[in-house]
Structures are given as structure tokens and as C-alpha cells.
């Protein structure tokens, strides 16, 4: 089928709810995919943080043929070997940690509200749930109701109530919230807010919030769904900040390419989620299962680890160079997961505009903000190659 009919048929039979780049992606390899027209693209979109490993990964493959041989779903009445496998592997160093498996990072983050909920109900009848200015967490009516940016909830009130929101990076403000509202069961944080822009908690901000958990307690939920399974260069991003989450919501990377999202929650919690309180017909199925663990044994070697944090550092020491352009109010970044800021979303847009029409693939996000998310496999040369891209594009919007 021809790309203008399946154009015209996109817009007749789906709902249009995302603003799709006419274009049609048809193969993958490593880092590069192909469009129907036959046009090469350096990914570094990775499928939002998604595809790890890149695309068509032999092992990840490998082990997804495996499975559809033998199982694609059973239902979560029985045992199911490979989410045991799976939860082993995540909580290696999660002493005595369990996880529920799921389908999304929005159905992770649902999962984690209702564990904080039935913990507070047991202890003082606290229900509330504090997030921040900036967060996404989702689009389901809890995760929505977390979710700081007006343009994720216009037209879905009245959202689900017991939630609050203090200013990103603002301590002193949760600690007078808390300290007044007694009923405060969670706090929920992202270490890095992708969607906002690749905004990064302030030095020890993440500690302090963690103090407040332990002091007035409270469930302290770090939400890692798209900053975890290696993005910035350890297994989950919380390792960089020295602190013991109670709930991990994970997702997006977590399945190798296939629906997976995931909550790993501290043995003083684990239990409150009895049967019948919360479940899934879908999640955890044994193909996303297989997939998910071929995936994270890559990353979460140590020297595949280093290499992130080698490439990174070199990705962010290449895009400093470019910082004391005027049209750039700053370029930062973690692992591999960076970002441009530039100080017009007219030159924002231009400049991501000029990337796809060289074959380079990036996200703007909150108007200013270009997101950069290479695979964590990428070569030091497509690094280059997207920099020169970067330059190009900068020369060309100047002039």
C-alpha cells in the first residue's frame, strides 16, 4: 500500500489523538531505521527510551521466537515461571524487594497509588498523594491526577481527588505541606523529568525528600519509568542519588520492545497488595517476560553499564561546545538521556525540522526543549554523526 493511501486511511479509521510525522517506519537495525520510501534515520528517539538495545537485537530476538513457540499468555492465576525469573533479575540488589508486573509506566504508577492507599489506610487513614510542578506520571485518571502540565488534563475534569502538587525541586514548600496535612500517604518524584524537558532534581533535593518520607511516614515512590533500566548509565537512575526508594515504578525499557511496566516495592510494603486487590489479565505475559530479560541481562552488566556512562559523558562533553550559541539557553544530560534548551520554541522547532529532514531523529518536548535518546548501544561514530547534524542545523537556522 502506497504511503499517501495509508495516509488517508490512518486518518479515516484512528482516532486522532497524536500528531504523527507522515511517515511510515518499516525496519529497524541498530541504531538506524527505514521508512517505506527507503530513507535511512539515525533513531535516537529509541521509541521514547523504548528500544534500549536499539532495534532488531539478536538476542532479544532470539529469545521472543523462543517463547512464541511455546507460550504467548497464560492468565496470572498460575504461576508463571518467567516473571519469577524476571523479578529475580531486577532485584539483585533490591534485598527482599517483590515486584508486580504490568502492562505501561501509567498502569506501574496506578498499581503504586493503590499500594500507598491501602498502606495509609492501616496506618492513620492517610490517603493523600503528593507530586510535582512539571511531573508526568501518565494518563490514566490517577497518573493524570499527578500529572503537573495543564495540556495532559484539559478536558478530563474533575480528576481523581486526594492529590497535590508542590514545585519541583522546592523542599521547603513539601515540608510545610506535610507538616500540615497529616493525611499525606506518597510522595512521588521522577529523578529526571523527561517529559518536561530532561529537568533534573537539584543537588540533594532527592535526599531531603526522602528524609521527609522517613520522618513524618510516608511512602517515598521514585518513578523511573523512562530514566530506569540503564538510561543513564546505572541499572535504575535513583543509584546516582544515594537513596532507597520504597515503590520503583519502571516501564518503557523494561520489556525490550514489548508492553511491559513493572512496580518493585520494599518487603515492609510488598504484602498490603493482598488477592483480589489489585491485578491484570495482561501483564507480566511470558513474551514480554522473555523479551524483557534477554533485554535487561544486556544492559545491567556492569562493562555495558560503564559504556553508557563512557558515551554519555562524551555526547554531553560534544553538546557543551555548542552551549554559548545565543539561540541555546543550556544543554544538559545524564547517561543517555539529553537535552538542548533553546531560548525560542520557533528555533526549537526549526531545528528539530532540519534533523528529520537529514535523517536524524529527536523529540521536542515543552516547546524549547529538543530530548535526545540514543540507544545505550550506540557507536561513538553515529554520536558524531548526529553532532554534525546538530552543527548543520545550527548553521542553517543562523543564516
Known amino acids: 500500500m502506497k504511503l499517501d493511501k495509508i495516509l488517508s486511511e490512518n486518518n479515516k479509521y484512528l482516532i486522532q489523538n497524536y500528531q504523527r510525522f507522515p511517515i511510515e517506519m518499516v525496519k529497524g537495525d541498530g541504531s538506524y531505521v527505514w521508512d517505506s520510501k527507503g530513507k535511512k534515520y539515525l533513531d535516537f528517539i529509541s521509541g521514547i527510551a523504548v528500544n534500549n538495545l536499539g532495534h532488531n537485537n539478536k538476542k532479544v530476538n532470539k529469545a521472543i521466537l523462543s517463547q512464541v513457540s511455546k507460550m504467548l499468555h497464560i ?14 533479575e531486577l532485584c539483585k540488589n533490591k534485598a527482599g524487594y517483590k515486584a508486580f508486573f504490568c502492562n505501561s509506566g ?3 504508577n496506578e498499581a503504586a497509588f493503590k499500594l500507598a492507599r491501602r498502606w495509609g489506610l492501616l496506618n492513620g487513614e492517610k490517603s493523600k498523594i503528593v507530586s510535582f510542578s512539571g511531573a508526568f506520571h501518565g494518563r490514566t485518571f490517577g497518573s493524570l491526577s499527578a500529572t503537573s502540565p495543564k495540556k495532559y488534563r484539559y478536558g478530563f475534569y474533575p480528576l481523581t481527588p486526594g492529590f497535590k502538587s508542590v514545585p519541583f525541586n522546592d523542599v521547603d514548600k513539601l515540608e510545610a505541606l506535610v507538616k500540615k496535612d497529616k493525611k499525606i500517604a506518597a510522595i512521588i518524584v521522577e529523578p529526571i523529568q523527561g517529559e518536561a524537558g ?63 511496566g513493572a512496580m518493585l516495592v ?34 545491567s552488566k556492569r562493562t555495558f553499564l560503564e559504556s553508557v556512562e ?81 552543527l548543520d542545523a545550527l548553521e542553517q537556522i543562523y543564516d
Open 75 to 88: 492468565s496470572n492465576l498460575f504461576v508463571i515461571k518467567e516473571q519469577v525469573n524476571y523479578a529475580k
Open 106 to 108: 501509567t498502569e506501574a
Open 198 to 260: 530532561v529537568k533534573f532534581s537539584s543537588k540533594n533535593f532527592l535526599k531531603k525528600v526522602e528524609s521527609i518520607c522517613r520522618i513524618y511516614n510516608i511512602l517515598f515512590i521514585v518513578d523511573e519509568v523512562q530514566v530506569g533500566i540503564g538510561r543513564t548509565g546505572k541499572t535504575f537512575c535513583h543509584e546516582h542519588y544515594n537513596i532507597s526508594p520504597d515503590v520503583i515504578t519502571l516501564a518503557k525499557a523494561l520489556g525490550g520492545g514489548l508492553p511491559c
Open 266 to 299: 520494599n518487603p515492609k510494603f510488598s504484602d498490603f497488595l493482598t488477592p483480589g486487590s489489585h491485578g491484570t489479565t495482561m501483564g507480566g505475559n511470558p513474551l514480554s517476560m522473555a523479551a524483557g530479560i534477554a533485554s535487561f541481562k544486556q544492559i
Open 310 to 390: 563512557k558515551k554519555g559523558n562524551f555526547f554531553l562533553r560534544k553538546l557543551q561546545k555548542i552551549e554559548n550559541n545565543s539561540m541555546i539557553k543550556e544543554v544538559r544530560g545524564l547517561g543517555l538521556i539529553l537535552a538542548i534548551e533553546f531560548n525560542s520554541d520557533a528555533v526549537a522547532r526549526k531545528f528539530c525540522s532540519y534533523c528529520l529532514k537529514k535523517g536524524l531523529l529527536v523529540i521536542l518536548t515543552e516547546k524549547y526543549n529538543v530530548r535526545i535518546l540514543p540507544p545505550l548501544n550506540v557507536k561513538i561514530k553515529e554520536i558524531d554523526e548526529a553532532m554534525k547534524i546538530f
